[in-house]
């Protein structure tokens, strides 16, 4: 009954200073989906929520480090977006985490019947946090993949996570310096438009 969240949102997307221009003239229409089997939320259109600047360090990143995307950065920017999440798997929401448990019971059950291995989340190199996401993105894929198969069950508009990266902000700290809320869109029309965030006036206090 509250899978529908109220209220428009604005998300950011790091990417190559061309692809933003391209997207917001319209020469293109749409950004292209992710569509790896180590997706964080699953396949989908990724934005940060509400954060500029997380978007463009990941953009910057990219750019230091060619070799952790097929898209090629040299003039870092951010592109934003107004979304509607729609009918969404909030996995910020208890009755979506109990939902997960049940998309891993059933990759586990595969296991068992048919000896098919389960998929890991893996770190990168000496990295602690988990970018190698291939559990993740089974599972949710997997309650994607429930949805289609049973007609009496909406299919998800977009999926919605937290996740805590990044070294502790201090000692024994409970935040780390890269937490963000992530979003992947499933469904395109939850994009109500895009546009090129503006530079804040400094003549004036940020309401």
């Known amino acids: 009954m509250y899978s529908k969240r109220a ?14 221009d391209k997207v917001v003239t319209q020469t293109i229409s749409n950004l292209k989906p992710s569509v790896n089997d180590y997706d964080w ?18 953009a910057k990143d ?23 999440l729609g009918y969404c798997l909030d996995l910020l929401d208890s009755e979506y985490l109990n939902l997960l448990r049940v998309g891993y019971d059933f990759i586990k059950s ?3 019947e048919y000896g098919l291995p389960i998929p890991e989340n893996k770190p990168i190199g000496k990295q602690q946090d988990l970018l190698i996401r ?17 007609e009496d069950q909406q299919e998800f508009d977009s999926v919605r996570g937290v996740f805590f990266e990044g070294k502790e902000l201090y000692p024994n700290a409970g935040f780390k310096e ?14 109500k438009g895009y546009f090129i965030p503006r530079e804040r006036d400094e003549k004036y206090s940020k309401p």
């Open 178 to 191: 890269k937490n963000h809320i992530q979003i992947a869109i499933r469904n395109p029309n939850c994009i």
């Open 7 to 20: 209220g428009l949102i604005l998300g950011f997307h790091g990417c190559d200073k061309s692809l933003r």
């Open 62 to 84: 990219l750019k230091k480090n060619p070799h952790k995307s097929t898209s090629n950065i040299t003039s870092p920017s951010v592109l934003g977006a107004v979304i509607d």
């Open 110 to 112: 595969l296991e068992k």
């Open 134 to 150: 291939k559990l993740d993105c089974a599972v949710i894929e997997t309650i994607h993949q429930f949805n289609k198969e049973f």
């Open 41 to 58: 939320l699953g396949n989908g259109v990724y934005f940060w929520e509400n954060s500029y600047e997380r978007a463009l360090q990941y």
